[in-house]
């Protein structure tokens, strides 16, 4: 990002909450429930299967996992009650992972069991590295007992090398988003080239996909789109092996190339009262929202 954005994108922070949620509404599913039902049916009429995501980490109180439980059993019955093709997605530190390991495991478990009832799935996000073993041992606990859980693996950490070639030693091959990831994490713990995340990416997608793993590619990196569909097309893989997976909000046109040239494609809808913080991340990390948010800000009667 270039010096003058990331210095305007450090002040968002200091920007009023009204101005936020304007800039920012393309990109969250809402604030409650019945809203992202509404973003969830768009999403799918617009061809796309969808992953309701509550916003929310890092919680410190069993109190705040346990809302974020009966959130997601809520989302889960709304989602059978209105036929929307969705799964849901869940950060394990919003679940207590930091609180105590055994108490996230039974959280999870929870999810799996609701969903598993109502023939649906609960995809384990990948959090910053000091989660990484720990979320990997939850998953491979929880897939003991369920099929329809999946884990996310980041192209970016050194590691994941090892640990796909763990999760392909699985009985059954585990279902599987690739994703380059998003924490900063130190040069030891993480590549930082770009040409080098996206190399290790197509190298594990490879390995995910020889090893027989349903494969989530979560990328709005129109190269590493191209290198899957090539890697898709060598193959033949039938479209049932694997999805593309994007955020809502991001790239709506290469989601639309995507989706015409045959794909299976996934939104990751974002929502809950948890949206401001997350908006002020999503404007830092795009230069292009930053450089709306510059121009709003010297013409305001435009976002009036
Ligand atoms: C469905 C999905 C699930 C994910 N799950 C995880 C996870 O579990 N753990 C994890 O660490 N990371 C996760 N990520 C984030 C991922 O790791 C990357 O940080 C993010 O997708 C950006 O990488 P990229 O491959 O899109 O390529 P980039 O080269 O970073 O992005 C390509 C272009 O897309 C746009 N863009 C990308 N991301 C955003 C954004 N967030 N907001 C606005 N514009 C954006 C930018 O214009 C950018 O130039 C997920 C991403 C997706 C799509």
Redesign the pocket.
């Given at each position: 990002m270039p010096l003058v954005d990331r210095a305007i994108a450090s002040l968002l922070p200091l920007v009023p909450k009204p101005f936020v949620r304007a800039v920012a509404r393309p990109?969250i599913a809402g604030e409650t429930v019945a809203e992202l039902v509404a973003a969830l049916t768009r999403l799918n009429h617009d061809g796309c299967m969808a992953?309701a995501g509550m916003l929310g980490e890092l919680v410190e109180s069993p109190d705040e996992a346990e809302a974020a439980v009966r959130g997601y059993q809520s989302v889960l019955e709304a989602i059978e009650r209105r036929n929307i093709e969705s799964n849901i997605h869940v950060k394990p530190t919003h679940l207590g992972l930091k609180i105590d390991e055994t108490f996230c495991f039974e959280n999870l478990r929870r999810l799996a069991e609701a969903a598993r009832e109502r023939d649906n799935f609960v995809r384990i996000?990948?959090?910053d590295a000091s989660c990484t073993t720990a979320t990997l041992a939850l998953h491979a606990r929880l897939r003991e007992e369920f099929d329809n859980v999946g884990i996310?693996i980041?192209a970016y950490l050194r590691r994941s090398l090892d640990d796909v070639r763990a999760l392909t030693t699985m009985p059954t091959p585990p279902n599987v988003?690739l994703?380059?990831?998003?924490?900063i994490e130190p040069r030891t713990v993480a590549y930082r080239q770009r040409e080098i995340i996206q190399d290790n990416f197509v190298w594990l997608l490879q390995e995910l996909l020889d090893a027989g793993c349903y494969v989530g590619i979560?990328?709005?990196?129109e190269h590493?789109v191209w290198r899957a569909a090539q890697i898709i097309d060598r193959m033949r893989l039938d479209p049932s092996r694997y999805e593309f997976?994007?955020?809502l909000g991001?790239?709506p046109s290469l989601r639309r190339i995507i989706l015409d040239a045959g794909h299976r494609l996934r939104v990751?809808a974002p929502f809950g009262p948890q949206w401001y913080p997350y908006s002020v991340r999503?404007l830092r990390?795009?230069p292009?929202?930053v450089k709306h948010v510059i121009q709003a800000m010297f013409s305001r009667e435009r976002w009036a």
């Open positions: 990109y992953a996000d990948m959090e996310a980041q988003r994703c380059k990831g998003v924490y979560a990328t709005h990196d590493l997976q994007m955020l991001v790239q990751a999503r990390k795009n292009a929202i």
